[in-house]
């Protein structure tokens, strides 16, 4: 096959390993899409990770055909559209309205939008090699970005002294993913492929250090909302109990049987003289009072 003719072994090799780890990345939100698909509801779960990550996977085929020679890049990004593809219709189908509307709203924007305004002007203003650089730190910056996601959880972690927002699994292979990934770039001598991936082994390392110092501490986090972008990492957790759902509905069903007793208050302060049925004058001072 051409792909084995044309990489050294050492190329081959990360390739092969950074496309089994990635395949594994691009699965871990697998438990969460069966809850919604047992539940049929999206349970307020976002759409953002799975858009970005398939305009990710496009950006990331863009770059391979453009360099040419970079077939390794090619397969996992095309089954990460494959996967992500399917997320994003399986959200679809169970969110509700005004989430569905947003997804759209994000595909049409991100994956179509931005993603054509790359392509068009990358071919119209940029030729031969310098297509390459100017697609390589597009998706550098890009990478970056994503790569930088993370330390929200981080400071998370650090503020509440908990790892419950920060699955260690997840940490080990993004940072393994990273380490396969720069080794690929460099034996491919591509450093817009292995250079931000060094981000991104810095920042997994980083994590799972933190999880070490503070694996042995739990602190839920009851009144204070998490940021959105915070949610959406966690979200892409394998580990089911990390993700801030259930707390969040025990939270409206408890305002809700608040709610219930507040409309049934008023029936305890209404005045009843005589019959062995009504209440007594103190329990209708209790229930004013309350």
């Known amino acids: 096959m051409?792909?084995?003719?044309?990489?050294?072994?050492?190329?081959?090799?990360?390739?092969?390993?950074?496309?089994?780890?990635?395949?594994?990345?691009?699965?871990?939100?697998?438990?969460?899409?069966?809850?919604?698909?047992?539940?049929?509801?999206?349970?307020?779960?976002?759409?953002?990770?799975?858009?970005?990550?398939?305009?990710?996977?496009?950006?990331?085929?863009?770059?391979?055909?453009?360099?040419?020679?970079?077939?390794?890049?090619?397969?996992?990004?095309?089954?990460?559209?494959?996967?992500?593809?399917?997320?994003?219709?399986?959200?679809l189908v169970y969110a509700p309205r005004k989430a569905r509307i947003f997804t759209v709203q994000l595909l049409l924007l991100l994956n179509i939008g931005v993603f054509s305004l790359i392509l068009i002007l990358t071919l119209l203003l940029a030729k031969g090699p310098h297509r390459v650089q100017v697609l390589g730190w597009v998706c550098v910056a890009f990478s970056v970005s994503v790569f930088a996601a993370p330390l929200s959880i981080m400071r998370l972690v650090v503020r509440t002294k908990s790892v419950e927002f920060m699955p260690f699994s997840l940490s080990f292979f993004l940072t393994l993913s990273a380490v396969m990934w720069f080794f690929y770039g460099l034996f491919l001598k591509d450093y817009y492929i292995a250079l931000p991936n060094v981000i991104g082994f810095t920042f997994g390392v980083i994590q799972m250090i933190l999880y070490i110092v503070f694996k042995g501490r739990k602190k839920l986090i009851l009144e204070e909302k998490l940021p959105e972008h915070v949610n959406n990492m966690i979200r892409l957790s394998t580990a089911g109990s990390a993700e801030v759902h259930p707390i969040e509905a025990q939270q409206n069903e408890n305002h809700k049987k608040i709610g219930e007793d507040d409309q049934n208050s008023p029936r305890c302060t209404e005045q009843n003289d005589g019959g062995p049925n009504h209440q007594p004058a103190v329990q209708q001072i209790q229930c004013t009072e309350v």
């Open 2 to 91: 051409a792909i084995f003719a044309i990489h050294s072994p050492g190329t081959l090799t990360f390739g092969l390993l950074g496309n089994l780890v990635s395949l594994m990345v691009y699965l871990a939100p697998l438990p969460t899409f069966y809850r919604v698909y047992k539940k049929k509801s999206t349970e307020g779960f976002q759409s953002v990770p799975y858009v970005v990550a398939l305009f990710s996977a496009m950006l990331w085929i863009y770059y391979a055909f453009v360099k040419a020679n970079a077939y390794l890049l090619i397969t996992i990004n095309t089954v990460g559209c494959v996967i992500e593809t399917l997320y994003i219709v399986m959200y």
